[in-house]
């Protein structure tokens, strides 16, 4: 199982990224994704969660209504799409699967991440 993340930069308060995570060595398309993010000095947190269909979504509250998951089933991705971003968004950010909504994985394995800086 691999997960490579990719996607992060340097960006002002206000502005936008989208991030994008190829996953391989499991049956992509029967996985729920998930993105999570471990900001300086703390611990790692779910961030959004996307069904193997692509149709329901999830989200942290602390993102809920600037954050869009999405994802491609035929290339094995998941796009994470971050708008308004604020200071509080600097982390490393990652994905993982798992078969659940829920914001459990199960897969031990991650991705190096990628990492965003949200500042002016």
């Known amino acids: 199982v691999q997960f490579v993340e990719s996607g992060g930069d340097l960006v002002q308060p206000g502005g936008s990224l989208r991030l994008s995570c190829a996953a391989s060595?499991?049956?992509?398309?029967?996985?729920?994704l998930k993105w999570y993010r471990q900001g300086p000095g703390k611990e790692r947190e779910a961030v959004a969660v996307?069904?193997?269909?692509?149709?329901?979504?999830k989200y942290a509250d602390s993102v809920k209504g600037r954050f869009t998951i999405s994802r491609d089933n035929a290339k094995n991705t998941v796009v994470l799409q971050m708008n308004s971003l604020s200071p509080e968004d600097t982390a490393v950010y990652y994905c993982?699967?798992?078969?659940?909504?829920?914001?459990?994985?199960?897969?031990?394995?991650w991705g190096q991440g990628t990492q965003v800086t949200v500042s002016s």
């Open positions: 993982n699967a798992g078969r659940s909504m829920s914001w459990g994985v199960d897969f031990g394995s």
């Open positions: 996307i069904d193997s269909g692509g149709i329901y979504t």
């Open positions: 060595g499991f049956i992509f398309s029967i996985y729920a």
